[in-house]
């Protein structure tokens, strides 16, 4: 996936709102969506791009911490937004791990989901999550209506993946 597909995908008009925002991109991987986001928002902007594998990249406007999301304290300040792209689909139990989240957000955050848009589980994707799916857990984590974003096929599967947002109360 380019740069540009990934900004395709989580672009939505609420990112530009406002002075500089901090955010938190969960299960960053090498950063393509990190990087993405950052050229969404405001200028000073800082993204806190979170994984449990090291990844060597740096970029002003983007702080990496080597951590596990699901499992670790994560050393955040209060959030205007919260990434997860690609990453959901390694949490079991999503429901706890999304209200854990939900502490993290200031009132009126943004939450923004790339997921795959299947129900079988596999190696790579093991606790799938459907958009049908994900509107319902996102309503009862408390984080709101999730609106879907964009589509695209998927090279990996014949599965698509969905992009979606909320803002969170």
Known sequence: M??????????VPALHAGGPQEWADLGCGPGLFSRALLSLLPDA????????????????????IKAD?????????????IMMANSLHFVNNK?????????????????????????WPNPWVPYPLKFSSAGKLFQEAGLGPLE???????????AKIYSAWCRVG
Do not use: C, W
């Not at 380019?2 to 672009?11: G, N």
């Not at 209200?99 to 997921?115: A, D, T, W, Y």
């Open 2 to 11: 380019t740069l540009d597909e990934a900004r395709k995908l989580i672009a």
């Open 95 to 119: 429901l706890r791990l999304l209200r854990k989240l939900k502490m993290q957000l200031r009132p009126g955050s943004i939450f923004i989901l790339v997921e795959y848009d299947k129900a």
């Open 69 to 81: 999301f699901e499992q670790d304290v994560l050393p955040l300040p209060a959030l205007n937004g």
């Open 148 to 158: 879907k974003i964009a589509e695209r096929k998927s090279v990996y599967s014949r």
């Open 45 to 64: 902007s800082r993204i806190h791009a979170v994984d449990n594998r090291f990844y060597d990249f740096e970029e002003a406007g983007i702080q990496f």
